[in-house]
């Protein structure tokens, strides 16, 4: 079991840049691949990014890869979601996400989640 509590969302300009965190609780965070997804409003709910168990690897969606970058702090129990050159299509509410399989970017394959957190980019 892990819980996990986004923060750093907030209203953000266009351009303009963002670190959301994703804070662990427990003991057994290293044993999960933790991603990101995000859901705008009447949208479906989409992955983002991924970063491994040791953080060695890091996986992107297409739409983000170049402007968002994950890490990972395992002795501080966070993973790190940087944004930057944000877009209005950046806006929603971002959750992180664990799941024991080395690698996937099914959210239905990702057990524990967190609250989100809201991110909005004005134009």
């Known amino acids: 079991q892990v819980q996990l509590v986004e923060s750093g969302g907030g209203l953000v300009q266009a351009g303009g840049s963002l670190r959301l965190s994703c804070a662990a609780s427990?003991?057994?965070?290293?044993?999960?691949?933790i991603g990101w997804f995000r859901q705008a409003p009447g949208k479906e709910r989409e992955f983002v990014t991924a970063?491994?168990?040791?953080?060695?690897?890091?996986y992107y969606a297409d739409s983000v890869k170049g402007r968002i970058t994950i890490s990972r702090d395992n002795a501080k129990n966070t993973v790190y979601l940087q944004m930057n050159n944000v877009q209005p299509e950046d806006t929603a509410v971002y959750y992180c996400?664990?799941?024991?399989?080395?690698?996937?970017?099914?959210?239905?394959?990702?057990?524990?989640w967190g609250q989100g957190t809201q991110v909005t980019v004005s134009s």
């Open positions: 996400a664990a799941t024991g399989s080395l690698y996937s970017r099914n959210e239905h394959e990702y057990e524990y």
């Open positions: 427990g003991r057994t965070f290293t044993r999960y691949l």
């Open positions: 970063i491994s168990r040791s953080g060695a690897n890091t």
